[in-house]
Every structure is written in structure tokens, then in C-alpha cells.
């Protein structure tokens, strides 16, 4: 599987950000999907997660209530609509395909891993 995101950018606290992930390669339904972050010298940091048919999502506490995880199997894209965005929601923004039908947190559980997409949130 490939993973391509985008949508990324540089934004005002408060603002909102669509990042999206294309998936090609596979059979894009097959994968749970996760958003993942990370800033210089951190470890990668879970942010959400969905299943294959998207009726199940998981979210990191640290954006609970801001951030939204969807797919659109048709298209073969994650998205993760992220609102009220933070100075501490800055970092790299990748999206990862994991061949299990349960939505994990942990990073070491998926397969196949995006570029990034770099979000920076100005105070």
C-alpha cells in the first residue's frame, strides 16, 4: 500500500485543517487506519484511528472533542478534519495502514506508513 498525505500547512490557533491520506496498491478496505504525529527529538505520538468500515474511531485524549477521523473506502482515503487547532498540535502528520480489523494506537501495529504532512500551529 502507498500512502500519500496532504493538506497540511501553516495556521493560526483556533483555525481548522482537512488532512487527507490517498491509498493506492491494495484493497483499501482491508486496512484500519491511523493518523500518527511527531515533533523533532519525540517519539511518534497516536492521534486516531478507524476500522476498515469506519464504525469504529479511537482518539488520543490530547484531541478528543477537536479532531475527527472518517474514510471514504470509494475514494481510498483517510481523513482527519482537525478544528480549534492548538501551538501543540504542531508536528509531522502521517497516516499508516495496519492489515488487522481492530483500529490500534500503537504505531509498531501497522504496516505501511505515508510521507507526512508538517502542521504548524501559530500562537
Known amino acids: 500500500v502507498q500512502l500519500v498525505e496532504s493538506g497540511g500547512g501553516l495556521v493560526q490557533a483556533g483555525d481548522s485543517l482537512r488532512l487527507s491520506c490517498a491509498a493506492s496498491?491494495?484493497?483499501?478496505?482491508?486496512?484500519?487506519m491511523g493518523w500518527f504525529r511527531q515533533v523533532p527529538g519525540k517519539e511518534r505520538e497516536f492521534v486516531a484511528s478507524?476500522?476498515?468500515?469506519?464504525?469504529?474511531?479511537y482518539y488520543a485524549d490530547s484531541v478528543k472533542g477537536r479532531f475527527t477521523i472518517s474514510r471514504n473506502n470509494a475514494k481510498n482515503t483517510v481523513y482527519l478534519q482537525t478544528d480549534s487547532l492548538k501551538p501543540e498540535d504542531t508536528a509531522v502528520y502521517y497516516c499508516?495502514?495496519?492489515?488487522?480489523?481492530?483500529?490500534?494506537?500503537?504505531?509498531?501495529?501497522?504496516?505501511?506508513w505515508g510521507q507526512g504532512t508538517q502542521v504548524t500551529v501559530s500562537s
Open positions: 499508516a495502514a495496519g492489515h488487522s480489523s481492530w483500529p490500534s494506537r500503537t504505531p509498531g501495529e501497522y504496516d505501511y
Open positions: 496498491g491494495r484493497t483499501f478496505s482491508d486496512y484500519a
Open positions: 478507524i476500522n476498515w468500515r469506519g464504525a469504529v474511531t
